[in-house]
């Protein structure tokens, strides 16, 4: 109990930041704070990546620990003479998963409120929107953000092209349902939270590892993975360890449970000696875990690996429903996730 409390009050906190890809200072903030109390030293790197440091006994093979603080997100493509506001996905934020959803436009001045919009139902059948209900798809093309603004108001609150469109704050707050933590964005906050509650097992552990620890709080991973590449290319040691999201899904056979999921794909990326030791060690510790192939998505490691700058790629998870909308993660796999990684450090295996 203890500890699902600790995790639902980092959720509170964390999950509420906006953290669009690029304009991630809200939640930079929360983990140089988060991060300084257990770490030997926590600094920001040029690309924004937020990086704590635990000293090993030994300096010459660190391990990388990775989970992606960035949010999907809109970007203002273009704004309408009437105030409309034409949208692009920063990452993939699609209409379809979203809904007309509250919105907060970050504006260069302020935060400016609006509403991700489709147009009203009750119409004649010869409008567009009526296609929507059953002959054609919801496109990025077919929305837009309406504030009731002008297109000059908005140009003054510094809403022009380029500027970020996230969920409305009020609405990132979390909820529980039966064993489920739901909310926005746990792709990859949730994950971020998980390194967080690694950080202060060991230090409550007292616990030194055989070598030093970079925790790495990545940015720009949903446009690419910019910020683990270069945070790898800058840090010393190969080694990778991507905390993620396990979406579940039948063809991947992943459940919304406690086991935690071991990502074994895509491509066969990811490291099979250790994964297969993580596998072990899930069972050894009576809970399991669900050994995934997962050719939808990459993660830290997968990318960084491809870009030639680590030498081997682990991936362990939480289960994850409704990725990329309002998503549900199972509390008990996301703590027993923190669990396995936790004691894979302490045993040594990766």
Same mark, same amino acid.
């Given at each position: 109990?203890?500890?699902?409390?600790?995790?639902?009050?980092?959720?509170?906190?964390?999950?509420?930041?906006?953290?669009?890809?690029?304009?991630?200072?809200?939640?930079?903030?929360?983990?140089?704070?988060?991060?300084?109390?257990?770490?030997?030293?926590?600094?920001?790197?040029?690309?924004?990546?937020?990086?704590?440091?635990?000293?090993?006994?030994?300096?010459?093979?660190?391990?990388?620990?990775?989970?992606?603080?960035?949010?999907?997100?809109?970007?203002?493509?273009?704004?309408?003479?009437?105030?409309?506001i034409m949208v692009d996905m920063a990452g993939a934020f699609y209409p379809w998963k979203m809904g007309e959803c509250p919105v907060d436009i970050i504006g260069r001045k302020e935060i400016v409120k609006g509403v991700l919009s489709i147009g009203s139902l009750h119409t004649s059948p010869t409008n567009i929107i009526r296609e929507f209900i059953d002959k054609k798809p919801l496109t990025i093309n077919d929305v837009y953000v309406n504030t009731t603004l002008t297109k000059k108001e908005l140009d003054e609150k510094g809403v022009y092209p380029g500027a970020r469109i996230v969920v409305a704050r009020e609405f990132k707050k979390p909820i529980i349902v039966n064993n489920s933590v739901c909310g926005y964005n746990q792709d990859d906050k949730t994950?971020?939270?998980?390194?967080?509650?690694?950080?202060?097992?060991?230090?409550?552990?007292?616990?030194?590892? /055989? #070598?030093?620890? +970079?925790?790495? *709080?990545?940015?720009?991973?949903?446009?690419?993975?910019?910020?683990?590449?270069?945070? =790898?290319?800058?840090?010393?040691?190969?080694?990778?360890?991507?905390?993620?999201?396990?979406?579940v899904a039948e063809e991947y056979d992943i459940k919304l449970n406690h086991q935690p999921v071991i990502w074994y794909g895509p491509s066969g990326v990811y490291n099979k000696k250790v994964s297969d030791a993580f596998f072990d060690l899930a069972a050894n510790l009576g809970f399991g /875990? #669900?050994?995934? +192939?997962?050719? *939808?998505?990459?993660?830290?490691?997968?990318?960084?690996?491809?870009?030639?700058?680590? =030498?081997?790629a682990v991936c362990i998870a939480f289960p994850c429903d409704n990725t990329h909308g309002y998503e549900m993660a199972d509390i008990r796999g996301i703590l027993n996730t923190k669990d396995l990684l936790v004691e894979a450090i302490i045993q040594n295996i990766i």
């Open positions: 109990m203890k500890d699902r409390n600790r995790l639902f009050e980092l959720l509170e906190e964390i999950l509420v930041t906006h953290s669009p890809p690029g304009v991630e200072d809200e939640i930079d903030a929360v983990l140089l704070k988060w991060f300084k109390p257990y770490c030997d030293k926590v600094y920001q790197d040029e690309f924004g990546n937020v990086i704590g440091v635990m000293y090993g006994k030994k300096h010459d093979n660190p391990l990388r620990i990775m989970a992606h603080k960035d949010e999907i997100a809109l970007a203002v493509k273009r704004v309408l003479d009437n105030g409309h994950a971020v939270t998980i390194m967080q509650m690694v950080m202060e097992e060991l230090k409550r552990k007292k616990y030194t590892p /055989a #070598q030093d620890i +970079y925790f790495v *709080g990545t940015s720009m991973e949903e446009v690419g993975s910019q910020g683990a590449a270069f945070a =790898s290319r800058n840090l010393p040691g190969s080694r990778t360890v991507a905390l993620e999201i396990g979406p /875990a #669900q050994p995934a +192939y997962i050719w *939808g998505a990459g993660s830290d490691a997968s990318q960084t690996l491809l870009f030639g700058y680590c =030498s081997m």
